[in-house]
């Protein structure tokens, strides 16, 4: 059964979790899928991220396909950009249809985990892995599940 969760940590700043923390969640598992990263705003920390610009990469995440990532460059991307502001963090198993921004706003369970950020104030989490979830919700202190 597929399982939601909101995460609203923040630092002594004030700064919502970094994705950074969140795939640190899920370093066991995180290389078994492959990653699709929709509808991106960042900033990032230097002038390169991924050896593109911060604009770069916010445009092919806003391309119909998105930015597809292996678990090694998304990991990158985390310790390469300062703030997540807004992002659609895409797991599916490799083999399988990746799943469209289309399919997955009628139907999140396409996808074998979603991290969505939300104007830098909420991570949303959805997962077909309750234990994933349940696993990515013992991370943190300030988490909800969403019905």
């Not at 929709?38 to 593109?52: N, P, Q, V």
């Not at 092919?60 to 659609?88: H, P, T, Y």
């Not at 979830?133 to 019905?147: D, P, T």
Request: net charge negative.
């Amino acid at each position: 059964m597929a399982q939601r969760i909101e995460i609203s940590d923040t630092d002594s700043r004030g700064i919502l979790v970094s994705i950074h923390q969140l795939l640190g969640a899920i370093q066991q598992v995180g290389a078994k899928y492959e990653w699709i990263v929709f509808d991106l705003e960042g900033t990032a920390k230097d002038d390169l991220i991924l050896g593109r610009t911060m604009l770069a990469l916010e445009e092919l995440a806003a391309s119909k396909r998105g930015l597809a990532l292996s678990w090694q460059q998304l990991c990158q991307f985390s310790n390469e950009i300062l703030q997540v502001i807004d992002g659609l963090f895409v797991a599916h198993r490799p083999g399988t249809p990746e799943p469209s921004r289309q399919a997955l706003a009628t139907d999140p369970g396409c996808a074998e985990l979603l991290l969505h950020v939300i104007d830098s104030s909420v991570w949303q989490v959805f997962g077909q892995d309750d234990q994933l979830v349940e696993q990515i919700a013992r991370s943190f202190r300030n988490v909800h599940v969403v019905g």
